[in-house]
């Protein structure tokens, strides 16, 4: 294992973790596992305290995995007025470049993975591309834009953030975000606020996989805008018109969105479909 620095579009630096060999592999997740209270309430959620652990250690043996944890280093570096998709691919291949990989496929999961199309669309370097957790055709971009306002609208008045019901298990969770941690996801959703995914779709040239839970639908309370963000219905509802496109799109029945990220779900189908793909080429 290599440890290695790259500096983001702010000017942060972010440390990168380089596992294997042959070709890379971009992974936005935390290499090292989580420990102590915070573990727990990982597992509470359903959550591998591990999980990027485990998604290195299923893959290195095949590939170069440059794993970097992208969202710990926002929460703890926020850029919340210069998180753009843009910036988040220039970041990217920031992350690429201190690897020293001219060529690399990306996997990425719920925002991660709309990131790894902004991404696709702006380099030919991808040699292939996944999306988990998101859809790459008609992806929810207004209903996430609802829920990262009403996200933020609690960090400038708390007393939202405290009006929870007991119902919905989004709303039992502790609310800790800070303003700046809350904007920068608004300033992403508000970017991408007139994002027409359809037609970017010829710009995505290299092989491509999505897939997401069959029960992957979260229903927010008001307090989170009200928004309903279908995440399997495009997959399911529309993957002749998604194969069309040029992706492979595989459901995984009776999983949610929480569960199709967790390396038992999501291994056997990302590690086998990259291994086929790294044949080919």
């Avoid at 959550?47 to 969202?71: H, M, N, Q, R, W």
């Avoid at 010829?202 to 927010?220: E, H, M, N, Q, W």
């Amino acid at each position: 294992m290599k440890t290695l620095t790259a500096t983001l579009h702010d000017g942060s630096v972010i440390e990168v973790e380089a596992h294997g060999s042959g070709q890379t592999i971009l992974l936005p997740v935390n290499p090292k596992p989580v420990e102590g209270p915070e573990a727990d309430e990982k597992r509470k959620w359903g959550v591998d305290p591990a999980l990027g652990k485990s998604l290195i250690d299923s893959l290195s043996d095949v590939f170069t995995v440059v794993a970097f944890d992208y969202e710990g280093h926002l929460m703890a570096h926020p850029a919340p007025d210069t998180l753009t998709p843009g910036n988040i691919a220039k970041d990217f291949i920031a992350i690429a470049d201190a690897a020293g990989a001219q060529r690399f496929a990306y996997y990425g999961y719920s925002w991660l993975a709309l990131s790894g199309l902004q991404l696709a669309i702006r380099t030919d370097r991808l040699w292939a591309l996944i999306m988990g957790g998101y859809p790459p055709v008609n992806g929810p971009y207004g209903e996430m834009l609802k829920v990262t306002k009403a996200t933020h609208e609690m960090t400038i008045h708390p007393e939202k953030a405290a009006a929870a019901n007991p119902d919905s298990e989004w709303d039992t969770a502790e609310f800790t975000l800070s303003e700046g941690q809350a904007r920068q996801f608004l300033t992403l959703y508000e970017a991408l606020r007139d994002f027409d995914d359809r037609s970017v779709q010829s710009k995505v040239t290299c092989p491509r996989l999505c897939f997401a839970g069959s029960t992957d639908t979260i229903v927010y309370s008001e307090r989170w805008g009200g928004a309903t963000v279908d995440i399997a219905g495009p997959l399911v509802n529309q993957a002749a018109k998604i194969r069309d496109f040029g992706w492979d799109v595989q459901v995984l029945e009776g999983l949610n969105h929480i569960q199709a990220m967790q390396p038992a779900n999501a291994l056997p189908v990302v590690r086998t479909w990259l291994i086929s793909k790294s044949i080919s080429l």
